[in-house]
């Protein structure tokens, strides 16, 4: 079936340095590629989005990538902070019509200050 | 951010009990869906519905039973729980289906004694 790898599952940076996470999906159809932000406790949020029809979408502070012929995509942030320390899920939709999301485990990524 | 509600954010029942979740969204969207999050697990999709109409069921056991009266509430009735069911269900939202972005709510924690 359809999956999403995402990788590493744990990233621990210094304050100002650079996080780069990657994804890799399986299903060629995939068109949708979605960024989400958890803190502890807290709702997923989406911070960033990328269709396939672009290869770079940038945020202030935050850019994806996507390689369609690679299957790939990855959230980089820079000058990272402390509050940034969360943990982060890529995803990737498998059915245009419906809107099914596939995510990918999870990056804990902790900043510190 | 009060986008979408979910109530109540926690819920301990046993496995005969039945209970139900509720989720009201006040973006005007149209598209509402549920997802299971477990520890160590990516979030999985539950359900999709577009318009009050279902069109997804990601193979959930009937335990769990959905309901949408209107684009604006979902419902997601329990009953016969097991303990493997204990997780975060996030109720979330969009403008369509399709690539549309998500919006989650704060979730649900069961807890199946």
């Known amino acids: 079936g359809e999956n999403v790898e995402q990788h590493p599952s744990t990233l621990s940076v210094q304050e100002g340095d650079s996080a780069v996470i990657k994804c890799t999906y399986s299903d060629s159809a995939s068109n949708y590629f979605p960024w989400y932000k958890q803190e502890l406790g807290k709702r997923p949020q989406l911070i960033i989005d990328?269709?396939?029809?672009?290869g770079e979408k940038k945020d202030q502070r935050i850019a994806v990538t996507l390689n369609k012929t690679a299957k790939h995509f990855s959230l980089h942030i820079t000058e990272t902070q402390p509050e940034d320390s969360a943990v982060y899920f890529c995803a990737a939709n498998t059915n245009s019509n419906t809107g099914k999301l596939i995510f990918g485990q999870g990056t804990t990524l902790q900043v510190k200050p | 951010e009060t986008g979408v509600t979910q109530t109540p954010r926690h819920l301990v029942m046993g496995m005969t009990n039945k209970k139900s979740l509720k989720c009201e969204q006040h973006l005007g969207h149209n598209a509402m869906y549920w997802y299971k999050q477990s520890a160590k697990k990516p979030l999985e999709l539950m359900f999709v519905y577009n318009f009050k109409e279902q069109t997804e069921n990601n193979s959930v056991p009937s335990r769990f039973s959905p309901e949408c009266p209107n684009s604006s509430h979902l419902f997601l009735h329990l009953h016969t729980l097991q303990p493997e069911d204990s997780a975060l269900y996030l109720c979330a939202s969009s403008q369509g289906q399709g690539v549309k972005p998500q919006h989650f709510g704060d979730g649900t924690r069961l807890s199946i004694l």
């Open positions: 990328i269709r396939s029809n672009v």
